[in-house]
């Protein structure tokens, strides 16, 4: 008697220890994404009216040469701080006297490197066929001028 208790026992053991736990629950799935809405694109520029190179300039002006002239032509625009040598800054009258239209010209259809300045001004080839949109550009940086 005393065996088999010892052996119900010792089976009662065993199939405790060779039980499985049950399953743990399956963890809730995660919430559902809120889909991301696609962002809103700032509204373009307005394209300038064909045939009206003042309107280009202005345009070609405000995209192109703000990012390192600024919008007043101090030269402090928001990429001037990276760059060295630092934008020329358009309201310096003595800059403004020393420099022609022809050589401004030159500047800003092949870029500072074309009358041994920096590189880092870059040319706009695209206007080579524009030339009363690169006299507005001129006019342009002209305006900057100190008055008086």
């Known amino acids: 008697m005393h065996k088999i208790l010892v052996s119900a026992a010792f089976v009662l053991a065993l199939s405790a220890c060779s039980e499985q736990k049950p399953a743990e629950p399956a963890p ?3 919430p ?5 809405e696609p962002a809103v694109a700032a509204p373009a520029a307005a394209a300038p009216a064909a045939g009206d190179p003042v309107a280009e300039a202005e345009q070609i002006f405000s995209t192109r040469c703000t990012v ?3 919008a007043t032509g101090k030269g402090d625009g928001a990429g ?33 490197q074309a009358i041994g300045k920096s590189p880092l001004m870059a040319p706009s080839p ?22 008086g």
């Open 68 to 70: 390192c002239h600024g």
């Open 28 to 30: 809730p799935p995660p």
């Open 80 to 112: 001037a701080a990276a760059l060295n040598p630092k934008p020329r800054d358009y309201s310096d009258a003595a800059w403004q006297k020393s420099v022609t239209d022809d050589v401004l010209a030159k500047v800003i259809l092949e870029g500072g």
């Open 126 to 147: 695209d206007l080579k066929d524009k030339p009363e949109v690169i006299k507005a550009l001129v006019a342009k940086v002209r305006s900057f001028a100190p008055k």
């Open 32 to 36: 559902p994404v809120k889909p991301v």
